[in-house]
Each structure stands twice: as C-alpha cells, then as structure tokens.
C-alpha cells in the first residue's frame, strides 16, 4: 500500500526499490533480498533487476517483494499503472489474472501439478522458442525458510515429473503476458497454501484487475464550480 500510494509520473524505478527496502526494515524484516522494481518498455522481455529509469505517464510497471520476516521468507509481484491505463494493457493483466485463476482453481491436496500448469500456455504462446526459456514467467515454487523450495511447478517439467499436492503446501504461483506490441507486460504472483478442501491466499494487496496509481491529472471541466442552486421561490402574498 505505501508503494501504491507513493508511485506517480516523475518517480524512478531505484526509488520505488528504496522505499520498499526502508519501509520493510523499519518493520522488522530480518533481510531483504530483493526488490525488483520494472517498467514500461522493460517489462517485456522480462528483466530481474530494477534500473534508474523515469516511470512515465500511462506506464506499466510491476514489483516482486523477496524478504525474510520472522525467518519466512515472501515472494510476490504486483502489476501496477501509473496515471492511466490503456485497453491493450488492461487486456493483457486479464489473461494473466485467468491463467492464475484456472491454475488456483486445481489446487487441493491429491491434485497433480501437471493440473496445474496445463492452465499455463506454451513458451510459443508469448515470444519464446522453448519451455526452457520461458521457465520461471508461468511458475510454481515453495516458500518457506527459503526461497524456491519445492514443491516447484512449471511446463518444462511437470507434465513428465508431476508430483502430488499434499495439504499443508505453502507456494507462490506466478503469470505473465505481454501487450501485442511488446511495449508492456503483466505479472502477478499469489502466496496460498493447500487446505483440506482447496487452498487460502495468503497474499492481501489486491491483484483481481489493473490497478491505476498516481492519478493526479484534472481536466477544465473537473475544476468547473458547481453549479449555484436555485433561489428559492418567494411566498405569494395576498392583500
């Protein structure tokens, strides 16, 4: 929240990745291990490091949170705008968010994570030769006191090395796509664990649509006074 809350046109993507770095100490992270902070025509391909680059208005730019609290460790990303949104870009964050859906809607103990990743598509699919250099952008992995922990989920090994889904799993599950013309690209991860019946999200900051920050742009008409009311009417008086 103090991220959505901080972004505007104007803000670098180091910046972003300070913020975060001093708000997690100050609340009691043990250790951040990194912040990646991506924007704009970055965002696809698919970088993992964070640059000194001006976010501008109408970007995209998502945040992947990698820190130790209390000895467990987090692994989450968050797609955001910045002033604005356009069609292509919120289109794209809606197949990323319904590969995530159907994938989650699998999950429950005795389930294979070759049901999971069918819901994933193909390396092809969005720009890449194999499932080798797509691995890692439609994703399962464990966490826990480490990072990447099994159980780990992904097209370029669960369909000929499934395991089963046991009650008690804790993993992140992450999506991607890109807008048509490359210029930007979607990412979200979600935190669950495995219940008796499905699984619970353990990550709170929504992630069901696009979310616009730093909307800060008026225009003439939205700072047109209000309309005056109507005098009221003066009561008829009879002589």
Not at 37 to 56: D, K, L, Q, T, Y
């Amino acid at each position: 929240d103090e991220l959505y809350r901080f972004l505007r046109p104007g803000v670098k993507e180091n910046d972003a990745v300070a913020l975060v770095n001093k708000f997690l100490y100050e609340n009691g992270s043990e250790e951040v291990e990194a912040v990646n902070a991506i924007s704009g025509e970055r965002c696809s391909p698919h970088p993992h490091v964070f640059s000194n680059r001006f976010i501008r208005p109408g970007d995209t730019a998502y945040f992947d949170i990698i820190h130790s609290y209390m000895g467990y460790r987090t692994c989450y990303y968050r797609t955001l705008n910045v002033g604005s949104a356009t069609m292509a870009q919120r289109d794209a964050y809606k197949q990323a968010r319904e590969f995530m859906d159907l994938a989650m809607a699998e999950v429950r103990p005795g389930a294979s994570s070759a049901d999971i990743v069918k819901h994933f598509p193909a390396a092809k699919d969005f720009g890449f030769e194999t499932e080798e250099q797509a691995f890692g952008l439609q994703y399962c992995h464990g966490i826990g006191l480490g990072l990447w922990e099994r159980p780990l989920m992904s097209r370029y090994h669960s369909f000929d090395h499934p395991i089963e889904l046991q009650e008690g799993m804790v993993f992140a599950m992450e999506t991607y796509w890109p807008t048509p013309d490359g210029s930007a690209a979607a990412r979200i991860e979600e935190e669950l664990v495995v219940t008796k019946d499905g699984c619970q999200l353990l990550t709170r900051f929504p992630a069901d649509q696009l979310y616009v920050a730093g909307t800060r742009y008026y225009t003439g008409v939205d700072l047109q006074p209000a309309a005056a009311a109507p005098a009221p009417a003066l009561a008829e008086v009879t002589v």
